[in-house]
């Protein structure tokens, strides 16, 4: 079995997992290069999901059982940068191992993607991070420097105040289409259909999931604007606001992608394993076309709105009030 994946990825630090998700052979030399973090040290037979971060468990149990089918998968960038110190220079990739006697197993792989032929990182790498690590701070300043987020103040230090924030506003503007720019050049090609809008919602019992405060206070502000008598609860910890939905059934939740803990790709799996059905909106600073894609292969999801949530954006999702 050790030939079998050292002929093909020489020197590379790789754990093998067998259909009882236990760990049955690993080869962790040149980890320490990659900067990988292991929850808990190695050993033959542990359950392979211990040794992955906390709160991940059904993540990678998922994974290991669709190897197991034969299928190779990526890790999601936000398990990498829980476990790798500079994320951008790491994947995590599991592939499905058969041998002779047609016993399937999971491998995961800790590559360092800047072994390449020149040393450029991978394209898909240039566009998580322009969605994700660039975008987020932009789109935090468009929402704040909106001024028709805020009541409308005709004189004084108010016009003041709009001019200077419609002048921050204007020039994060530019920054934000130059970013757009830059990940259309490195994004992937996506082809793929409109996706059909759904019937409006009902928006009298909100549930905000964002780990920026700051965020779901300027979400509040916006939403509030919209729907004065709305009932709106805001997370900073997704796991509390799990808590709230599973007892409370809000009408709507506005859910942020890109989270640490629980991201919203787990927190959406976590709501279908609910027996009730949800109505959700991502909510997201990415512009990764994938991510949207992949965001509506969830049926709860009803809108994916790009940051920064505006008035103008909300107004056609909802019921007239």
Not at 33 to 49: E, R
Not at 232 to 246: R, S, V
Not at 298 to 311: A, C, G
């Amino acid at each position: 079995m050790r030939n079998n994946i050292t002929q093909n990825f020489p020197d590379t630090p790789y754990i093998v997992i067998d259909s009882s998700k236990n760990v049955i052979s690993f080869n962790l030399r040149g980890i320490d290069s990659i900067k990988i973090l292991l929850n808990v040290p190695l050993k033959l037979g542990q359950p392979a999901v211990e040794i992955f971060p906390l709160g991940q468990e059904d993540y990678i149990s998922e994974i290991i059982d669709q190897c197991l089918a034969g299928q190779t998968v990526m890790a999601d960038l936000s398990l990498i940068k829980k476990m790798a110190q500079f994320p951008l220079k790491t994947q995590i990739l599991f592939i499905s191992l058969t041998l002779n006697n047609d016993t399937p197993y999971a491998v995961c792989l800790f590559l360092q993607v800047l072994c390449q032929h020149n040393g450029i990182l991978p394209t898909n790498y240039y566009s998580r991070f322009a969605s994700h690590e660039l975008r987020a701070p932009i789109s935090n300043i468009l929402s704040l420097a909106n001024f028709d987020n805020y009541a409308q103040e005709k004189f004084g230090y108010g016009i003041k105040i709009k001019e200077l924030l419609q002048n921050i506003y204007t020039q994060a503007e530019k920054l934000n289409n130059i970013i757009a720019t830059l990940n259309n050049l490195v994004a992937p090609t996506v082809h793929s259909e409109e996706i059909t809008k759904y019937e409006k919602l009902v928006s009298d019992h909100i549930v905000l999931v964002d780990d920026d405060p700051l965020m779901n206070m300027m979400h509040k502000m916006i939403i509030s604007k919209h729907n004065k008598k709305a009932v709106i609860k805001a997370f900073d910890k997704p796991q509390n606001a799990l808590d709230y939905i599973y007892s409370n059934k809000p009408d709507l939740i506005f859910l942020d992608i890109n989270m640490p803990e629980i991201d919203g790709w787990t927190f959406l799996k976590r709501l279908e394993e609910y027996s009730a059905d949800f109505c959700v909106i991502i909510v997201s600073s990415s512009i990764d076309p994938i991510e949207k894609i992949k965001a509506y292969t969830y049926k709860s999801v009803k809108e994916f709105i790009v940051k920064p949530l505006t008035y103008e954006k909300l107004v056609p999702l909802f019921i007239e009030i």
